[in-house]
């Protein structure tokens, strides 16, 4: 099965650099996906990741490592409608969209 | 184009009874995926359908079906209803058969159970 772990909240200043952390223990999976979801919203894709390494979408990269089971999140340049939480999620090998979310990680973003 | 939409967006039910919902995916997506999401257990996967077929199916009681309909717009009923269905259910669709990889949520319906 798939176990994923984030922190349960974070919280940083408007404009400082934040990472978040996952950690997962799967028996394999085609992807790892970032999401972001403010509150009494619908999560919204952020970022994907297949191979190792680091993808980089403007404000917004995510780093994988198979070997280690371990993603990461990095948002810079931080404002305000940041802070949301962001979900960790994994795409396992069952030949379709069926998709395992970490709980999410809570950001709060102060002036 | 339209994003995903889902009907009704709240709904208050009564232990024991049952629930419809539905979920029209954005034009020319033929997976749609169902989620709940709950404060205690955060977004779980329920199940997946593509071209009228389940495909994939998480760890819920058989209380919990679906189905979709040949214009791939999806239901998902939940019979015999507990307070702990109280959730948030999410739907998602994606252009399924392509090298894509991004599922687009709906706003969800929030379901009270009392």
């Known amino acids: 099965g798939q176990n994923i772990d984030q922190p349960t909240e974070m919280t940083a200043t408007e404009g400082a650099i934040v990472q978040i952390n996952c950690t997962y223990q799967?028996?394999?999976?085609?992807?790892l996906f970032w999401y972001q979801q403010h509150a009494g919203e619908a999560p919204t894709f952020l970022s994907y990741n297949v191979l190792d390494g680091l993808e980089e979408k403007g404000r917004f990269s995510s780093f994988l490592s198979r070997s280690k089971g371990y993603s990461y999140l990095l948002l810079k340049e931080l404002q305000m409608k940041d802070s949301a939480s962001y979900l960790c999620?994994?795409?396992?090998?069952?030949?379709?969209?069926?998709?395992?979310f970490g709980a999410g990680t809570r950001l709060f973003v102060k002036a | 184009k339209a994003g995903v939409t889902q009907t009704p967006r709240y709904l208050i039910k009564t232990r024991g009874q049952q629930v419809t919902l539905s979920c029209s995916p954005i034009s020319g997506h033929r997976s749609v995926s169902w989620y709940q999401q709950t404060p205690g257990q955060g977004l779980q996967f329920l199940f997946e359908?593509?071209?009228?077929?389940?495909?994939n199916k998480g760890n819920f009681p058989g209380r919990f079906s679906g189905r979709q309909f040949s214009n791939s717009r999806s239901e998902m009923n939940v019979s015999t209803l507990e307070l702990g269905d109280s959730a948030l259910y999410l739907c998602a669709s994606s252009l399924a058969g392509t090298a894509t990889y991004e599922q687009y949520f709906g706003p969800g319906t929030r379901l009270t159970v009392t």
């Open positions: 999620a994994v795409r396992p090998y069952t030949g379709g969209f069926k998709t395992i």
């Open positions: 359908y593509f071209s009228e077929t389940q495909r």
């Open positions: 799967t028996s394999g999976f085609n992807g």
